[in-house]
């Protein structure tokens, strides 16, 4: 039974995305159904959900978290209030969130980022108002049989990892978007089972005021323990003097018109699961393909691989309340970029380097990095604790020295009855912030004033189930 509680996150249903409204690091640990060697069933719910939701947040330096839906913690304090709503029958899904956040800034001088690294969560928002106060996860879809089509502005997260994904993720505010998918895995034969998912966003504008759109496609696979996946996500429009529409972009994945003009990031993942030993590993790679003049991008497609590696272990120190695992992502430009041309990743001005809002939809870690995270847990009855620590670089090749952070994580969860209470807590060291170092201070052992940045953030989130 208690191996059965902890074993939650060893699930094909978390390999495939996370559908689930308002998805956080322990949510995902903790919090998912323990389905190891069966497929995700669809649980019998009351038509009416409501979902009270309260976050407090003190921020002593940079803006910081990730993967919370775009949510802002900028130097200061305040409150983020919201009430997700939700009702579902055989035919209709439907779903709001209306927030209200009130933050108290504190003035702050920090060095500037530019280009790329811009749009890292680290970064002050020019527009704040963007994300505070508006209704997210609103949308609708219609059931017909095993199809769902609908519109909304969830977020969602393709692939296996825990704490980036290469393609979709929940770290910048969800954008609106027409989607369809399989509400079930369909059944090949005896033993293999298959889904599919399909979106394409809505109208987004990029620094130019230029229209460009993104058309993902995701088919996975299951095979008794082991999850295969791929997918596609084409970046199309956003050239001035193009013409270019939402129902061409709609059409793109199978119509490929003008597809050498557009930025196109095809991913794979492989995921295995074993509920006797309580593990699980996971793989997920890719790279993004943009012509270069003449060449085709296969050419160079080896030296912008992008990858997320991955291992959870329950049941570890022979106790069962004791869990851990790591998480690395590697996303540089190739060893040769300074020879051949080399795609990064997320790197293209036309679309905003793949963000929405001003913080990316994919690996918050961004372009020109990489991000180790090693945890470790404890999880009993209604008590959860996990320690992280977090080691991110950005920059690599574009900068010596490069940016490098230090995180430790604390997350704690306490559950009663239908109300759960999670409190983070994260310590942050910067050295290089902003790239402003150079050679001789590495030599030196010198910073230049801004290159070293501490912050300390505290999240407090109570969330009940008023009605369901």
């Known amino acids: 039974m208690i191996k059965t509680q902890i074993f939650i996150i060893l699930t094909i249903s978390q390999i ?28 019998t719910k009351k038509p009416f959900r409501i979902v009270y939701n309260q976050k407090l947040f003190i921020n002593s330096n940079l803006p910081n978290l990730e993967n919370l839906g775009g949510l802002y913690i900028p130097k200061g304090f305040g409150l983020n209030t919201s009430f997700l709503l939700e009702f579902r029958n055989d035919f209709l899904y439907f779903s709001a969130e209306p927030q209200v956040q009130n933050i108290f800034r504190f003035p702050s001088s920090i060095p500037q980022k530019e280009n790329i690294f811009s749009v890292l969560n680290d970064v002050e928002l020019k527009n704040p108002n963007l994300t505070n106060n508006r209704i997210k996860n609103i949308g609708f879809k219609l059931h017909y049989k095993n199809l769902n089509v609908g519109y909304g502005n969830w977020n969602h997260w393709w692939g296996p990892g825990v704490h980036n994904s290469l393609g979709l993720s929940n770290n910048a505010n969800g954008f609106y978007h027409l989607y369809a998918d399989l509400q ?14 399909l979106l394409t966003s809505s109208e987004m504008s990029n620094y130019s005021k230029v229209p460009y759109y993104l058309s993902s496609w995701l088919i996975d ?22 013409p270019w529409s939402f129902h061409e972009a709609l059409l793109l994945p199978f119509s490929k018109k003008n597809i050498k003009y557009w930025d196109n990031t095809n991913l794979y993942y492989l995921s295995y699961s074993n509920k006797s030993s309580n593990l699980k590993i996971y793989y997920e790679w890719g790279y993004p393909k943009r012509s270069f003049g003449n060449y085709s991008p296969s050419i160079f497609s080896d030296h912008s691989r992008g990858s997320v590696l991955g291992m959870i272990k329950y049941s570890i120190f022979d106790n069962e309340d004791f869990f851990g695992g790591f998480e690395v992502t590697r996303l540089l430009q190739g060893s040769y970029y300074y020879k051949i041309p080399s795609p990064n990743w997320y790197d293209n001005i036309k679309y905003n380097y793949s963000s929405y809002n001003n913080r990316r939809w994919a690996a918050h870690s ?11 847990g404890f999880s009993k009855k209604r008590l959860s604790i996990i320690y992280g620590i977090n080691f991110e670089r950005h920059g690599i090749t574009h900068s010596f020295p490069p940016e490098v952070k230090l995180e430790n994580k604390f997350n704690v969860s ?24 150079n050679n001789k201070n590495i030599w030196s052992q010198e910073f230049e004033p801004g290159s070293i940045q501490r912050t300390n953030t505290l999240l407090f989130s109570i969330e009940q189930t008023l009605f369901d």
Do not use: C, M, W
Not at 27 to 43: A, G, H, M, Q, W
Not at 189 to 195: E, I, Q, S
């Open 16 to 43: 495939l995305s996370q559908d689930l409204i308002n998805q956080t690091f322990i949510k995902k640990i903790l919090d998912r159904e323990s389905i190891v060697l069966s497929l995700p069933k669809t649980k």
């Open 184 to 197: 079930n895995y369909e059944l090949l034969d005896n033993t293999l089972y298959v889904n599919a998912k």
């Open 221 to 242: 696979i299951n095979y008794q323990n082991i999850n295969a996946g791929f997918s596609s996500h084409i970046l199309s429009g956003g050239v001035e003097g193009l």
């Open 366 to 376: 961004g372009s020109d990095s990489d991000d180790i995270l090693i945890f470790i």
């Open 414 to 437: 306490y559950a009663i009855g239908n109300t759960s209470i999670y409190l983070t807590y994260e310590n942050e060291y910067f050295e290089h912030y902003a790239f402003i170092d």
